[in-house]
């Protein structure tokens, strides 16, 4: 009568892990909170590009421009400043890397390579609207440590909270045999 028992307890017990294994398969992940969708963005105003007068000629900071990287001048961002460049009417984007400087007196916020350009479809319109991003809250944080307390009028910096993500909890799946 014992054996009998053992191998009714020793079939159901499979059946309560599969039973349990579904059960957690169905419970959803817990969602990760989103950031707001203009939550890096630093900068909006008017692009432009510039390629073959520069071209082979040193930038700003020192190293030679070709036309055909993916960089852009900036007036006030710190160099190597990787940004996402998106043209507000399309919706087209392109990573660029800060590497030169725009004039003071300049009307534009950011001059891309002739490549950067090409990529944004700049090459017809000459002059766009743009929306300046960096790529992650740490970069914005990094930009405020920087500028310190007097950041450029133009641009917009403000701390963004980093997510927190709750730990893992591991389920005990084990029954209890009584």
Known sequence: MASLLEMQAKF??????????????LIPEPAQPQLAPDALLIQEGVASYYGRRFHLRRTSNGEVFHMDSLTAAHKTLPFDTKVR?????????????????LPKTSRRIIDLSRKAGTQLGLLEDGIVKVRIEVENPAEINRLI????????????LR????????????????IPFF
């Open 145 to 156: 440590q920087y500028f310190g307390e007097h950041p450029p009028a133009t641009m917009r």
């Open 85 to 101: 460049v998106s043209r507000e009417d399309t919706g087209e984007f392109v990573w660029v890397r800060i590497n030169d400087r």
């Open 12 to 25: 159901r017990l499979p059946m309560w892990n599969w039973f349990l294994i579904l059960l957690t398969s």
């Open 159 to 174: 701390p963004v909270d980093e997510v927190i993500t709750p730990p893992l909890v591991e389920i005990d799946t084990s």
